[in-house]
Every structure is written in structure tokens, then in C-alpha cells.
């Protein structure tokens, strides 16, 4: 919803941008509005309080680095001081996270396409594609012979190359997102990964890639959606040296191609790009690589700048003298995607509230929280950490999790919650993750406990585990789950239609019907978990031969 004044909202990133390295004056207001929701509430109550702050139209769209989202981020401060947590940042309740913004510049984006008869087509911005500078430059302008490679996979464990016997130096990479579904769905979500294709593309001396869509991201990605907010804002984190972090480097921009075009990239080539299509679409196949005839120029820029943005991080001792050294860390994302400025332009409702995406996961744990407090304490100490740019890549869970406020290797499990989409009444819980590590089994006798079932991964084509914060701690080998109100009940319908109506959309606002008592129920599970994995005597561990043990935490 939108009911402010658009110049206000244009200048609230350039107002934010001044003051963004200097440490946040408390907000009273944020402040007084925890209090009042901190009062004696019903859990249903809080929950509902905590989202009405939270995506409240003054909070902007909490993209991270902008005042609505440090508004929010003070908040979630005094709801952790109330709910009687110490702080845990590196600042007080703030661990400030360097991020790299960079706002692309429209009118420097350009593709053209050279046949091998030397004919040039040059094609459209957003008509036609997409560009996405790397963030290591000002801009950039290639101009190189293409490869096609596929989907870009190198799984050497499982015996596939998408690479194999081709020269990638100095070229542009091209290939299929995803990545082949004769993977298990998880590994598919690890290895077709824009960042891990990106980091094999740069490791073979490629310059750029081009993405394409098979049918199956097609229709789950239309064009019209894809291309609906081109200014939005990419970033990443600098590290304490001051380097940005970057998947890919060598890679100087990449770009993704609308299927109508593709064809051009492939003609004269060896084979069709209808062929591929038609392989890349087919079951348990995967189009094998070969050299294009036709080069392709790329070129566009970004307008970059440094801020910072906090995670608000809490912590709950641990009772036990050894146990309390090992910390279990609850995450969930306070940012969401801000503004759409393309939108206020055209005089529409331009603004991200994100009620479900994430103010919902937040105030479940700050209910999660509010309980742990209740009782004795746990065993283990909880760290409870409201994340930033998460909608930027991850960014704020990434940080913390190679940067954490406690020593590294005593962070032992993960637990997260990203958009419980609560608009059913659910009878069942999906732990994604949880037939990865010990916290499966800790997961499913909690679930059980609270007289419901855990149910398994509902949707294994999206490939979720790799998609939230949670991911950015099973990289540095933490065990993790993520998780979210099942499907039965008539929550897979429910849940289909927020996806195609209101996901990373405006109306994701306080207009939905968010079912609190039903919020309340979900969040007594999750503190049934949390308490169980922290009180649990054995550390947690990956299962014996887990794909993503060995992959991140193998010796
Ligand atoms: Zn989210």
C-alpha cells in the first residue's frame, strides 16, 4: 500500500545514504511501539502487533540501507531488550554489515549479436534482455566469441562436466538456468545456483555468461515479472579488508536472454537452440556443450555506493557450564525489497510491505524468543538474529556466518523461518533440511510432541534449502533446518495462490487475511524445536555421507 508522498519515498535513499556509516540515534518512536506490543498480549496479539509495525507503509518496504529499515531495526532492538535478551551484536544489539549497493544504470545496457556472416542485431533492453554488471566495476563493455556450455555444471563427484573440452577463455559463457534434474533436488538447487556457476564460468577464463530459460523457468519465471523492477537495487558485503565479496571474479557482466531471442545465439552453430531447449526440457537429460559461431557485445553499468545495515542480534544464555559455550542461532530476515519506483511513477502502489515476506517470520521469533525466556533457561545459548539483505542474496546470514559475534566453531545448528505464508490452518510442518543432519530426527519428536507431523519437502522443484539464510550457515558447515506451516489442510492451495497474487508483490501487505492464532500455534512449534535442539546432549552433526556435510563441513 501507499499512501505517502512519492518525492518523500524517491529521496528516502539518498537521505539514508548520507548518514548510513554513522551509528543509528535511537528511534523513540520504534522504541515506544515495541513497549506497547511488549504489554500483557495474547501470543496471537504480539504476533499481530509485531507485523502491524513491522510492514506499516512508514517502515518504506525495509529495503536494507534505507531508514525504513532501520526504523524496523530498532524496533526488533527493544522487542529483544523487553523480551529480556542480552545483546549480541558487535555494537550493542547491532552487528552493522558493509554492503555495496549498486543501482543499475538503464540506459547503458546493451546486447548485439554478430553472426558469423558478420551481420549485427542489436536488441532491446528489457524487450529483449536483462544485464547485470558485477559489482567489482563502474561498468562494463565486452566483446567475445560465445560458448555454449550447457547448464554450466561441474559436479565432479557425480561425474559431470558441463565444461569438458571446451575453451572458455576470454569468452562468453552461455547456458541454461538450473541446473539437469538428474540431480536429487537439493544438489539441483546447489549446482544451478547463479553463484555457483558464475564462480565455475570465472575458474575457466570466461569474461561473461548468458542465461537462458528452459520452459519449466519459463513459465514459473514469465518475462513480464522478470523484467518488472529494472532499477532494483543489487549488493553485496565487503569484507573487514575492504574487498567485495563476489562469486564470480573475472566475470564482468552477465546477462539473461528472453527465449524468443536465444535462437540468434545459436545460428550457424553445430546444433539448434530448439534442439537444446528440447533437451534441457527433457527428463533426465542434459544438453552437452559446443563452441557458437556468433560473438556477442555486452556493456552496461551500475551507480555504486557504500552503506551499512545492521542484523539485530540477541542471545539467551545457556544454563549449562559446558553446553553454554555452544550456541544455537534462530534467524529470520527483517528486509524486504523496498520501493518499486517504476511503480510510483505510474502513479500505482509501488511499495513492498512484505507482512508475510518477512515481518510474519520476525515476530514468530520474537514469540519464539519470548518464550525461551519464559522457563528455565536452555542448555546451549540461543542467539536470536534478525538479518539483513536477505533479499539482496543473502547478504546479512552470509555475513554473520563468516563474520559471527561468538568464536565460529561453537555455532552448532541453525534454525530458520522465511515467509510462513499463514493463511490456512495448518495441521502439518515442512523442516527443509531435515534429512540432511541430526536435527531431523530432533525436528520430527518436537513436531510429534506438539501433536502434529512433519511432512516432507513440497516442493522439491524449487530447490528451497539453498534459498534463505539458513543456506549461508550450511556453507560454513553449520547443520540447518528452515521452517515452514505444511501443506494439508488446504495450505498447498493457499500457499500457490500468495505465490501468484502476492510474493515480492505490493499487496504482500496487512491486507491479507495472515491467520494469527494460527501464527501463535506455528511459533509454539518452532520454540518446541529450538528448545529441543538446545537442550539436546549431543552436538548436532551431519548425517554420515550427507551431500552437504562433505561438501561443507568434510574434514
Ligand atoms: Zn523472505
Known amino acids: 500500500m501507499l499512501k505517502r508522498n512519492n518525492a518523500f519515498l524517491a529521496g528516502a535513499w ?20 515495541a513497549a506497547i506490543v511488549s504489554g500483557k498480549l495474547t501470543e496471537a496479539a504480539r504476533i499481530e502487533g509485531d507485523v502491524a509495525y513491522l510492514a506499516d507503509d512508514a517502515r518504506e518496504g525495509r529495503e536494507a540501507g534505507t531508514r525504513g529499515y532501520e526504523s524496523a531495526a530498532h524496533y526488533v532492538a527493544a522487542r529483544f531488550a523487553a523480551i529480556g535478551l542480552e545483546p549480541a551484536g558487535d555494537d550493542g544489539w547491532f552487528q552493522q554489515v558493509p554492503l555495496r549497493a549498486a543501482t543499475p544504470v538503464l540506459e547503458a545496457a546493451a546486447v548485439s549479436i554478430t553472426d558469423a556472416g ?10 529483449d534482455f536483462r544485464v547485470f554488471p558485477s559489482l567489482d566495476a563502474a561498468s562494463f563493455d565486452i566483446n567475445a566469441p560465445a560458448v555454449f556450455v550447457g547448464f554450466g555444471v561441474y559436479a565432479p563427484d557425480a561425474g559431470h562436466d558441463d565444461y569438458e573440452g571446451l575453451d572458455l577463455n576470454g569468452k562468453i559463457a552461455v547456458y541454461f538456468q538450473g541446473a539437469p534434474d538428474f540431480f536429487d533436488s537439493e544438489q539441483r538447487a546447489h549446482f544451478g545456483s547463479g553463484g555457483a556457476k558464475s564462480k565455475e564460468a570465472a575458474a575457466r577464463g570466461a569474461i561473461g555468461t548468458i542465461s537462458l530459460m528452459n520452459s519449466e523457468r519459463q513459465q514459473r ?58 533437451e534441457a526440457d527433457e527428463e533426465g537429460v542434459a544438453p552437452s556443450g559446443f563452441d557458437l559461431a556468433v560473438t556477442v557485445s555486452m556493456a552496461g553499468a551500475i ?30 530476515h527483517l528486509d524486504h525489497t523496498g520501493v518499486n519506483q517504476r511503480l510510483v511513477d505510474e502513479g500505482k502502489d509501488g511499495l513492498h510491505n512484505g507482512a508475510m515476506d518477512n515481518a510474519l517470520g520476525v515476530a514468530t521469533m520474537l514469540e519464539v524468543a519470548n518464550q525461551l525466556t519464559q522457563g528455565e533457561p536452555p542448555a546451549r545459548s540461543i542467539i536470536v538474529l534478525a538479518v539483513t539483505a536477505e533479499e539482496k542474496g543473502l547478504l546479512g546470514a552470509d555475513y554473520f556466518a563468516h563474520f559471527p559475534t ?45 501433536g502434529l507431523k512433519l511432512s516432507p519437502d513440497p516442493f522439491p ?3 528451497v534449502f539453498t534459498r534463505s539464510d539458513h543456506y549461508r550457515f550450511v556453507e560454513q558447515g553449520v547443520p540447518a533446518v528452515y521452517l515452514f506451516p505444511g501443506f494439508g489442510n488446504g495450505g498447498e492451495e493457499k500457499f500457490n495462490q500468495f505465490m501468484a497474487e502476492h510474493y515480492h508483490k505490493p499487496s504482500d501487505d496487512l491486507s491479507l487475511p495472515i491467520l494469527y492464532d494460527d501464527a501463535a500455534r506455528f511459533a509454539d512449534v518452532n ?16 548425517n554420515e555421507g550427507d551431500f552437504f556435510g562433505d561438501l561443507f563441513a568434510g574434514e
Not at 522478470?226 to 564470480?248: E, H, K, L, Q, Y
Not at 544464555?317 to 553454554?324: E, F, N, R, Y
Request: charged share 15%; glycine share 6%; with cysteine.
Open 14 to 33: 539518498l537521505a539514508l545514504s548520507a548518514c548510513a556509516n554513522i551509528a543509528a540515534p535511537v528511534d523513540p518512536a520504534a522504541v515506544a511501539a
Open 118 to 127: 558478420g551481420e549485427t542485431t542489436t536488441l532491446t533492453h528489457l524487450d
Open 221 to 278: 519465471t514469465p518475462w513480464e515479472r522478470f523484467i518488472a523492477n529494472p532499477s532494483r537495487i543489487s549488493m553485496t558485503w565487503v569484507s573487514p579488508d575492504g574487498r567485495a565479496d563476489i562469486s564470480g571474479p573475472g566475470i564482468r557482466g552477465s546477462a539473461v536472454l528472453h527465449p524468443d531471442k536465444a535462437e540468434m545465439l545459436f545460428e550457424g552453430a553445430a546444433r539448434t537452440y530448439s534442439e537444446m531447449l528440447a
Open 303 to 332: 551507480s555504486r555506493r557504500d552503506v551499512t545495515s545492521p542484523n539485530i542480534a540477541g542471545v539467551i544464555s545457556g544454563a549449562d557450564p559446558v553446553l553454554k559455550h555452544e550456541y544455537v542461532v534462530l534467524t529470520a
Open 406 to 450: 561468538v568464536a565460529k566453531e561453537n555455532i552448532v545448528a541453525n534454525v530458520n523461518l522465511d515467509m510462513p505464508v499463514m493463511l490456512h490452518s495448518f495441521n502439518d510442518i515442512v523442516a527443509f533440511g531435515a534429512e540432511h543432519s541430526s536435527l531431523g530426527p530432533i525436528a520430527d519428536a518436537a513436531v510429534a510432541a506438539a
Open 461 to 463: 522443484q524449487l530447490g
Open 527 to 542: 520454540y518446541r524445536i529450538a528448545l529441543a535442539i538446545a537442550q539436546s546432549p549431543v552436538r548436532p552433526f551431519w
